[in-house]
T-cell receptor, first 109, second 117 residues
């Protein structure tokens, strides 16, 4: 079956760095997405990786290793507004998004 | 660019009634639209995929006669929850794919919170 694993919850301190991991097993691979979702709101797009390596976009970076079925989202200089759930999703061979359960990130002052 | 709207943003209805939720792509033509449902503290669950002018493809376990999807144009898809029951109370989110250069990116609407009493 298809499976996306990510930690349920993480806690970090304002100004620090946090890495959210995601491992996946899917039928085919057409890229991996990271989305941010604040409580009661729809997800917003953060990043898309289809090739191995690190993609940097401001305070957020996303890494992919296809051979390991592994990705991480790196958040630097954490701000209180970064408190949200972070969803990892993989597009399979049918171009369907397979969603992880999300990681709730709690930022403490 | 790539804005998706949903209407209404929240709705309360009585058990047994039907509710229609609209999803519109405001500044692009959406070749494909997706409907998701999200229960509290859970991830998104894909309900169905719809392409303009054709019947929606429903995920396993989703009743197509209960959740009617109409993708009448390249900018509008509707989800009708028929004979709603309290267990249908959830956060319904649509998303749209442009089919353009950002082929795989899905743009999400703000969601509709449905409460069935």
């Amino acid at each position: 079956g298809q499976n996306i694993d990510q930690p349920t919850e993480m806690t970090a301190t304002e100004g620090a760095i946090v890495q959210i991991n995601c491992t996946y097993q899917t039928s085919g691979f057409n890229g991996l997405f990271w989305y941010q979702q604040h409580a009661g709101e729809a997800p917003t797009f953060l990043s898309y990786n289809v090739l191995d390596g690190l993609e940097e976009k401001g305070r957020f970076s996303s890494f992919l290793s296809r051979s390991k079925g592994y990705s991480y989202l790196l958040l630097k200089e954490l701000q209180m507004k970064d408190s949200a759930s972070y969803l990892c999703a993989v597009m399979d061979s049918n171009y369907q998004l397979i969603w992880g359960a999300g990681t709730k990130l709690i930022i403490k002052p | 660019g790539a804005v998706v709207s949903q209407h209404p943003s929240w709705v309360i209805c009585k058990s047994g009634t039907s509710v229609k939720i609209e999803c519109r792509s405001l500044d692009f033509q959406a070749t494909t639209m997706f409907w998701y449902r999200q229960f509290p503290k859970q991830s998104l669950m894909l309900m169905a995929t719809s392409n303009e002018g054709s019947k929606a493809t429903y995920e396993q376990g989703v009743e197509k006669d209960k959740f009617l999807i109409n993708h009448a144009s390249l900018t509008l898809s509707t989800l009708t929850v028929t004979s709603a029951h309290p267990e249908d109370s959830s956060f319904y989110i649509c998303s749209a794919r442009t089919g353009g250069p950002d082929l795989f990116e899905q743009y999400f609407g703000p969601g509709t919170r449905l409460t069935v009493t």
